[in-house]
């Protein structure tokens, strides 16, 4: 009997040491998963900034093309009528 519970200690003794190990590895990776979620935040908030720049910019992009392409117009037009009266 007394080499079974010497049997059946060391097989605790085992599996203590393997959920301690378990356990250690959990901290590890629960450090990393917050890290990595800290990190997912903050590029979500860098994504929303720039997508609110893109648009701000596509915005006044399209003011500046349609202010060009009315001057074109304009100097069309004074081309044609310089022409007409020369």
Same mark, same amino acid.
């Given at each position: 009997?007394?080499?079974?519970?010497?049997?059946?200690?060391?097989?605790?003794?085992?599996? +203590?040491?393997?959920? *301690?190990?378990?356990?250690?590895?959990?901290?590890? #990776? *629960?450090?990393? =998963?917050?890290?990595?979620?800290?990190?997912?935040? +903050?590029?979500?908030?860098? =994504?929303? *900034?720039? *997508? +609110?720049?893109?648009?701000?910019?596509?915005?006044? #992009?399209?003011?500046?093309? /349609?202010?060009?392409?009315? =001057?074109?117009?304009? =100097?069309?037009?004074?081309?044609?009528? /310089?022409?007409?009266?020369?």
């Amino acid at each position: 009997m007394s080499g079974t519970g010497a049997a059946l200690r060391g097989h605790h003794a085992a599996l +203590r040491e393997g959920l *301690s190990e378990l356990r250690a590895r959990r901290d590890e #990776l *629960s450090g990393r =998963i917050r890290d990595e979620e800290a990190e997912r935040g +903050r590029l979500q908030a860098r =994504i929303s *900034s720039l *997508s +609110r720049r893109l648009s701000d910019t596509s915005e006044c #992009l399209a003011g500046l093309r /349609s202010a060009r392409a009315h =001057i074109d117009r304009t =100097i069309a037009e004074m081309d044609t009528a /310089s022409g007409q009266v020369l």
